[in-house]
């Protein structure tokens, strides 16, 4: 018998079976890490008001040229922050809002505004001279695969936040 005939043998089958199965699982692993990226990406876009509230008290406590009262224990109170111009930048908790309350002085028409909603709890204190820990607790939406409910809102996490800031007066003076 003539054994030219041509055809593929079962050794080349399982070999391109067996490349093929590698292709797949690299596929899928790759698509499984993008699914991920997705959903951090969705949570940070759910609530990213948070980067813009940090920054805002960032920027208040590093401004100011002193705090209105020191307190060295954690407080609920509010915080007034004294600027360099001989306003007051006040920051507290009402009703559930953190609201910044600018004031230029006696008689001079203070800026009223709530930066962040949802919050839980708030308190600061002052541990150390010119330092200020901030912490803050709101409520944001879970993320989408860890909610019990498909209704909109059904359960609310709580987030914290810790912060700590330095009093540097003003930015480019003689501290910091």
């Given amino acids: 018998m003539n054994s030219s005939a041509r055809g593929t043998s079962l050794v080349e089958l399982l070999v391109v079976l067996a490349l093929l199965s590698v292709m797949v699982l690299v596929g899928a692993q790759l698509v499984v890490h993008s699914m991920e990226l ?8 759910r609530n990213p008001l948070v980067v813009h509230v940090t920054s805002r008290l960032r920027h208040d406590v590093q401004e100011a040229a002193a705090l209105q009262r020191e307190e060295s224990v954690w407080s609920e109170d509010p915080l007034i922050l004294v600027n360099h111009d001989g306003s007051l930048t006040g920051i507290a908790l009402e009703d559930g809002n953190l609201v910044r309350t600018r004031m230029a002085g006696p008689g001079a028409p203070s800026d009223r505004r709530v930066i962040l909603r949802g919050v839980t709890s708030w ?27 498909r209704d909109v809102g059904y359960a609310l996490e709580r987030r914290q936040e810790n912060l700590r800031f330095a009093i540097r007066g003003g930015g480019g003076g003689t501290r910091w």
């Fill in 38 to 45: 997705l959903g951090a990406t969705g949570r940070a876009v």
């Fill in 123 to 149: 308190w600061w204190r002052n541990p150390v001279e010119d330092v200020v820990d901030l912490n803050i607790t709101y409520l944001v939406n879970p993320e989408p695969e860890r909610q019990s409910s």
